[in-house]
């Protein structure tokens, strides 16, 4: 059984960082993409960032708000997928899931295209 499970959320003051991890059980991350998705209060979830770990050219997308400031990354040893998340804002406040489907990467806006999803881990980030 494919398991996720996501860490490092928190809560900061605008301009911090944070790093979220999640760690994939029950599955290798070979050749599979691994996004993730904030869901802000009363919003629909919403692309971050995803990572195809079979590389290759565009194997790694961001939504167009967090580009230049989020990074995502892949350690294959431990079976675990980072976002780094530097200059936060009020508006990066959500619950973050990571989730995961053993193919090519589809744009950020198709949420339904992942089978896999964790349990989410919040972040707050307060002005």
């Known amino acids: 059984e494919v398991q996720l499970m996501e860490s490092g959320g928190g809560s900061v003051q605008a301009g911090g960082s944070l790093r979220l991890s999640c760690e994939i059980f029950g599955t290798t991350v070979t050749r599979s993409c691994v996004g993730w998705y904030q869901q802000a209060p009363g919003k629909e979830r919403q692309g971050v960032a995803a990572?195809?770990?079979?590389?290759?050219?565009?194997?790694?997308k961001y939504g167009d708000s967090v580009m230049g400031r989020f990074t995502i990354s892949l350690d294959n040893d431990k079976n675990t997928v980072y976002l780094e998340m530097n200059r936060l804002t009020p508006e990066d406040t959500g619950i973050y899931y990571c989730?995961?489907?053993?193919?090519?990467?589809?744009?950020?806006?198709?949420?339904?295209?992942?089978?896999?999803w964790g349990q989410g881990t919040q972040v707050t980030v307060s002005a």
């Open positions: 990572l195809y770990t079979g590389g290759g050219d565009g194997s790694i």
């Open positions: 989730a995961l489907v053993p193919r090519f990467c589809a744009p950020l806006r198709y949420r339904t295209y992942f089978d896999y």
